[in-house]
């Protein structure tokens, strides 16, 4: 290929490169919806659109080799301010006063928008320069070729540079495609200066070089990769170790006490055990959703259960394993999607965890009334399953809470309501559905706390006991038809409490009720009025 073509081909690898990678900069601060994803695709088409357009109309007298090293040079130069200051650039957008469905715009635009539209410049100027006959041939050849490096950016990004390489790295990648391509377009032509790339170069391996030391002010962190699903960082506080996925704490463990609830609504998880006509007939139990494994190691060394884990992230399995001792417990863990893993099982539960969900980012498929369905077809006879919500329990943000209880009471007999926080705020809600016909009281539940043996007092969590959920202003979720991420929308710029309990080695301790951003936590963004930013809410495992 001549170097005009060269440059086209480059100019789709690194822009679908780029596009890809986007999803990944922006999720840990405004979630990756199908809002953050539009909002992406439009601004990279628009970039791209007014590069072609202004390229298309200055090609006549401007396309020269010189002018493409440039463009290329501009885009590898503008990656190595990324690398440099863009978490400042992310947090800097979040003071936009815009609706919560188009908060990641400012931060895609000005992220983004500069380097695509540079590259916009060189299809149209590599088509002047091009040694094909005719208009029509040489646009043809440009717009396949460009499209050619489009897919091996997208599957090169997807499929090699996330799973293996950090941010930084894969925009040291892309940044060095470019400036390895202006190099070989510069340096067969004594008339343009390759300076410009060199110094360019030298700014990439700079911003590489000067990233962090292995400890941020969430504490040090132990261990960072980027899966095929995630980022993830294990970063150790003191004596608790969080893991932290897109940003977002995801789970936390005592290391002086692995199998302690750092997390007071890890703790509900237990209350099926009040349910049941008898503890003891809880044989089985599933958690779709591994994270740090809190819930599957408490259940495996306090019951005579088998415990089974549907984690869809083989990387999270890993690190759960070396960093957070699950190894240490009899757990069987499937590296599998929780519906394709329900789907595919001969095997009878009698409790089913969902513990899958995050506050901005919920996989739809698992929420369903054919989920649902599918759930109970699982269940032994007097089974049950428990689903961790985040919502608020009440008021317009309570949207996505009401419509997962009536789809999963389309589903199951009798669902009870419990918020694991008596403010109005975004939490955990926990949701208990069983197959029994037969009502069990709050008063029952108490007396049956008192009375069983279970290694774990509920006796906070009853008092949260919810009858009245008012559903008929929500659908029922369906395959078809499952508006999560509407119904999540109303939920952004609101703060979201996180209660732990207490710091002893028992979980009997007291409890404390204290949102994070109280406590000085650096995942979160707060304003005067206590709401979180997108993307700054927290879900705990």
Avoid: C
């Avoid at 977002?248 to 997390?263: C, G, I, L, Y």
């Avoid at 955990?428 to 007396?447: F, M, P």
Wanted: proline share 5%; no cysteine.
């Amino acid at each position: 290929m001549s170097g005009p073509e060269v440059a086209v081909f480059v100019s789709g690898v690194s822009s679908m490169g780029l596009e890809i990678l986007a999803g990944r900069v922006v999720a840990p601060q405004f979630g990756s919806s199908i809002y953050t994803w539009g909002s992406i695709i439009a601004v990279f088409l628009a970039a791209l659109s007014l590069g072609y357009h202004l390229g298309g109309k200055r090609a006549g007298t401007r396309a020269t080799t010189d002018r493409l090293v440039r463009l290329l040079v501009g885009t590898a130069g503008y990656v190595a301010l990324l690398i440099f200051f863009g978490d400042q650039l992310l947090l800097s957008t979040t003071a936009f006063p815009l609706p919560s469905r188009f908060a990641s715009l400012p931060a895609v635009i000005l992220m983004f928008g500069p380097p695509t539209y540079l590259l916009g410049f060189i299809s149209p100027y590599a088509a002047q320069l091009s040694q094909k006959e005719g208009i029509g041939e040489a646009s043809g050849h440009v717009y396949a070729l460009g499209t050619i490096g489009s897919i091996v950016g997208a599957f090169g990004t997807t499929f090699f540079l996330i799973p293996y390489l950090s941010v930084t790295y894969i925009y040291l990648t892309l940044g060095g495609v470019a400036v390895l391509t202006a190099l070989y377009l510069a340096l067969p032509d004594d008339s343009v200066s390759v300076l410009p790339a060199i110094g360019v170069v030298v700014l990439l391996i700079a911003a590489t070089t000067t990233g962090a030391l292995g400890y941020t002010a969430r504490g040090e962190v132990v261990y960072e990769t980027q899966t095929a699903y995630q980022e993830l960082e294990v970063i150790d506080g003191g004596d608790t170790r969080t893991l932290y996925l897109d940003g977002q704490r995801h789970s936390a463990m005592d290391k002086s006490n692995p199998t302690r609830h750092v997390f007071e609504y890890t703790r509900y998880f237990h209350l099926p055990y009040l349910y049941a006509s008898d503890p003891d007939d809880i044989d089985r139990v599933l958690f779709i959703g591994g994270g740090g494994f809190s819930g599957p190691k408490r259940f495996a060394a306090e019951y005579d259960a088998t415990v089974d884990v549907a984690e869809l992230d083989p990387e999270v399995v890993r690190v759960a394993e070396e960093y957070f001792r699950a190894n240490e417990y009899d757990i069987n863990t499937y590296v599998q999607g929780g519906r394709q893993f329900l789907q595919g099982t001969d095997n009878s539960y009698d409790l089913v965890v969902l513990d899958a969900y995050k506050r901005d980012k919920v996989p739809f498929q698992l929420t369903t009334r054919e989920f649902m369905d599918l759930v109970t077809e699982r269940l032994s006879p007097d089974g049950m399953a428990v689903a961790n919500i985040i919502s608020s329990p009440s008021g317009p943000a309570s949207e996505f809470y009401r419509a997962e209880y009536k789809t999963m009471n389309a589903s199951l007999e009798q669902v009870y309501a419990f918020p694991t926080s008596d403010t109005g705020a975004i939490q955990n809600i926990e949701l208990v559905a069983t197959k029994s016909d037969t009502r069990v009281t709050q008063e029952q539940l108490r007396e049956r706390n008192q009375d069983r043996e279970i290694g774990i007092d509920l006796a906070d969590a009853i008092d949260g006991y919810t009858t009245d959920v008012p559903t008929d202003d929500v659908p029922v979720l369906r395959d078809d038809r499952a508006p999560v991420d509407r119904l999540l929308d109303s939920m952004v710029g609101q703060r979201y409490v996180i209660e732990e309990t207490g710091s002893g080695s028992g979980d009997d301790d007291t409890n404390t009720t204290e949102p994070a951003a109280a406590r000085g936590d650096p995942a979160l963004t707060v304003r005067d009025s206590g709401a979180v930013t997108r993307g700054q809410g927290l879900h705990i495992r």
